[in-house]
């Protein structure tokens, strides 16, 4: 085809934007050179470049589903429910993406893994300041876990801010109460630094929504949304549990911990307790 031609042929690759001497580019817009260069490896193991790179990528992800949460908290204790479910859906879509991470990480054996493991020291997961403004945002409250951010003011402020504040499950109980369903002064008033715990009064108040799903359709719609965050929440956590356990089997963490056996005990952590209980009471 000649020059002409092409130039009558929007299909073509030469059509294609290439002079970008004062133009943004691609690399440009995403900083790539920025995000590239973060890929540090400290040792000339193979796979501590997948390491490395597993872990940044759901860093990203984890930002990802802070924000929609966060977003769709702000509407919630608005009193808004449509515009969240599409910000909680993206959030069970980013969960997906987080835990199929895993299955790449499980490709690397033990013996690959123990080439640098030792080279990072106490380095953990556990120090992830994303993941745990995750688990505080919906609910898993702990102040023993902000300890490892006390260093980093930066990081310690906004999780000491969200330990203190309303869980997406705290607002959607009050949008219960709201609506006129009676959920217990106790549990509208509770210390925020605590974890729930199961209320038979908002367990009653569930049922309700339940049994008149027509009724109540948006707080209906909204407990199952909540429901799939948990569900994958709980995948992601097992994902992590058997990629520690076939990679370092039982030893400790680097991070202090125990390794399988304290992530085996998160397993146990409930997030909205009432909504997997309402299922037996109905």
Avoid: C
């Amino acid at each position: 085809m000649s020059q002409a031609e092409h130039g009558t042929d929007r299909d073509a690759p030469e059509r294609a934007h290439t002079d970008f001497g004062r133009r943004l580019s691609y690399g440009d817009y995403l900083r790539l050179d920025t995000l590239l260069s973060a890929h540090q490896p400290i040792t000339g193991a193979h796979d501590e470049h997948l390491f490395i790179t597993v872990h940044h990528v759901s860093e990203v992800w984890l930002s990802l589903i802070i924000r929609e949460l966060q977003a769709a908290m702000t509407l919630l204790a608005a009193g808004v429910t449509d515009e969240p479910l599409k910000m909680l859906t993206r959030v069970v879509r980013a969960q997906e993406q987080l835990t199929a991470a895993w299955g790449v990480l499980k490709t690397m054996t033990p013996a690959d893994y123990l080439q640098f493991r030792g080279a990072f020291g106490e380095a953990s997961g556990f120090q992830s300041a994303g993941y745990r403004m995750v688990e505080i945002l919906l609910g898993n409250r702990n102040p023993v876990l902000l300890r490892p951010f006390e260093h980093r003011p930066d990081q310690h402020g906004p999780l000491h801010a969200a330990l203190h504040a309303p869980s997406v499950y705290d607002l959607t109980l009050r949008l219960l109460a709201a609506r006129g369903l009676p959920i217990p002064a106790e549990v509208l008033e509770r210390d925020y630094t605590q974890p729930p715990v199961e209320n038979p009064g908002v367990l009653d108040a569930w049922l309700t929504v339940y049994r008149d799903p027509e009724r109540y359709w948006d707080l209906y719609e909204l407990a199952e949304k909540l429901l799939d965050v948990e569900d994958n929440f709980r995948a992601w956590r097992f994902n992590h549990l058997t990629t520690v356990e076939r990679t370092i089997g039982f030893k400790t963490g680097s991070g202090g911990t125990s390794g399988a056996g304290y992530l085996r005990r998160a397993l146990n952590v409930v997030l909205f307790p009432e909504l997997w209980q309402v299922r037996t009471s109905l």
